[in-house]
């Protein structure tokens, strides 16, 4: 059983102690090392507390017991009512964006006169509009209310995809393209942020892999879905053109999943309402382990200079760069991978769902083992071994073996792995609202630039082999497995250096400092997460 007190922040009958003269009095009290006081406190003032502060006003000098039963039974709680809506929404971000690769064998290329490198651009088109938004989209994820601004975003992009089928030229489908980046760039960050502040941080590793994996389901339901308009088209005939269905039926799924959304999911836990008052204390309290609470609203320039010149944001973007070339080449011309294999395109649009499944069970495996032995990146790193096997597979068999080409090809769907164990990294190991707002943002700039570098690689010329668009992809997993090997030698170097600190004679940890919004290099207490 533990124990809380809600003395931490005393107030007398007339005036409650500001948290930073509050801060200061306990620095004063506290017998901290000789010059850790400045560094960790010094940005301690009312604006840099956290939003979880405002959970605890009005409750001071009682005491809340939590058994792990109880524990036990919010986090059932939380989990049934949060992760359905991220994993629909987040397999939705990926079916949106993909569904062009559908349609590249439906006909949308010849409808709307796509020559040369078009087809590519187009690909690319959705990741600069997404590059573009991304560092503006996270700093509004940081300043509005954040699952109702997330909801705008989803309603508006399911709006935007179903203007694809109104296009009629290039130019029209790349300003589609382009404002469907825009909307799509605050998922991630915004469901990253959704992850670190309802989930210790011992839970956030499977969660994000379960809400990520649905990127696989996606994929299922949206070859099942194409094959069926497809066939159907074929057989009775419609109104409209077979490609510009599915732009229009996956289009107002989204925007209505978006409006559900909108009224089931709450910002923080201070506004939950399927927590009781009691439960939302409970739930915030949970969290304290993390030391980094629920969300700042204040924009903090330290911070984002702390970011910048941190080495982990910049390892952390060479990833995310280097993966998703694979990754934008893949997403955009798996449909016509599978083509060169030696499939029709109806038979493709079947033959691609399993590679979901591949990518279902790894992420879900690998964020489940990630969290059992407190060791997500190497664990991920093992979906990235696989993918190098599958596309050493393509590469080396003849083209006459469709089969052994077609399993290459499911096994590089086990890629994202290492990818999304950095996202759960990022909501784990980065404190501090604004730092964990840019560095979500440096971090999709690099996926943003890797995914439009990544369709430029498979060039027209090159077909139906690709050869070095896939050589180019090899290249690059192999670069990723040694950048994951110097982050996770980074973060054991700073766990031993703060452990130091903590077992230095004299150093006292001061009380409420997880909910200050303190950084990760300015709290002694941090643990980074392997």
């Known amino acids: 059983m533990t124990e809380m007190n809600r003395q931490d922040l005393p107030m007398d009958s007339e005036k409650a102690v500001e948290p930073a003269q509050y801060v200061k009095d306990k620095v004063a009290d506290a017998n901290v090392l000789e010059g850790e006081t400045d560094l960790v406190f010094k940005h301690a003032d009312k604006n840099d507390a956290d939003e979880a502060m405002k959970a605890f006003m009005g409750h001071e000098g009682e005491s809340l017991e939590m058994t792990p039963e109880m524990e036990k039974k919010l986090l059932r709680k ?191 836990q201070l506004n939950a309402r399927f927590l009781t008052p009691l439960e939302r204390l409970m739930a915030v309290e949970r969290i304290r382990k993390n030391q980094q609470g629920v969300g700042n609203k204040h924009f903090k320039w330290y911070q984002l200079k702390e970011a910048l010149l941190d080495p982990m944001t910049w390892a952390i973007f060479f990833y995310a760069l280097v993966a998703d070339i694979p990754n934008g080449g893949i997403s955009n011309f798996f449909s016509q991978l599978i083509v060169s294999f030696g499939y029709t395109a109806n038979e493709s649009l079947l033959y691609g769902t399993p590679g979901g499944a591949v990518e279902v069970v790894a ?12 060791n997500r990146i190497l664990v991920s790193m093992s979906g990235l071994i696989i993918s190098i096997i599958g596309m050493l597979l393509i590469v080396c068999l003849p083209l006459s073996n469709n089969s052994g080409r077609l399993a290459g090809y499911y096994l590089t769907q086990a890629s994202p792995t290492p990818f999304v164990a950095l996202l759960s990294l990022i909501a784990s190991n980065v404190a501090g609202y604004t730092k964990k707002t840019t560095v979500a943002a440096v971090y999709l700039m690099g996926y943003c630039v890797g995914n439009i570098i990544g369709p430029q690689t498979f060039r027209p010329q090159d077909a139906p082999r690709y050869k070095p668009a896939e050589i180019t992809i090899i290249v690059c997993w192999a670069a990723c497995l040694v950048d994951l090997a110097f982050i996770y030698w980074y973060y054991r170097y700073q766990n031993k250096k703060n452990e130091q600190k903590r077992a230095a004679p004299g150093y006292k940890k001061l009380e409420q400092q997880e909910f200050y919004d303190l950084t990760d290099k300015e709290n002694t207490e941090f643990v980074y997460t392997l």
């Not at 099942?224 to 066939?231: D, R």
């Open 363 to 374: 992420l879900i495996a690998c964020g489940y083992l990630g969290d059992k032995l407190n």
């Open 78 to 268: 939380i989990d049934w009512n949060l992760m359905p809506m991220l994993c629909v929404v987040y397999g939705l971000n990926y079916l949106d964006k993909t569904t062009l690769s559908y349609a590249s064998i439906m006909g949308i290329k010849t409808a709307i006169d796509l020559k040369g490198t078009n087809y590519q651009w187009l690909g690319s088109m959705f990741y600069i509009g997404y590059l573009f938004w991304e560092y503006p989209t996270n700093r509004l994820l940081q300043r509005l209310p954040l699952a109702k601004y997330s909801s705008a975003c989803i309603i508006l992009w399911g709006l935007t995809l179903c203007c694809m089928a109104a296009t009629k030229n290039f130019a029209g489908a790349v300003a589609v393209r382009f404002l469907l980046g825009v909307f799509e760039a605050a998922v991630s960050p915004g469901f990253a942020l959704f992850t670190s502040q309802w989930y210790t941080r011992a839970e956030q590793g499977l969660r994000v892999g379960i809400w990520f994996s649905f990127n696989g389901f996606a994929q299922i339901l949206g070859g099942l879905v194409a094959y069926g308009i497809a066939v159907g088209v074929e057989k009775h005939g419609a109104a409209i053109a077979s490609w510009k269905i599915i732009f229009i039926a996956i289009g107002l799924l989204t925007a209505a999943i978006g409006c559900l959304f909108l009224y089931f999911m709450p910002d923080n």
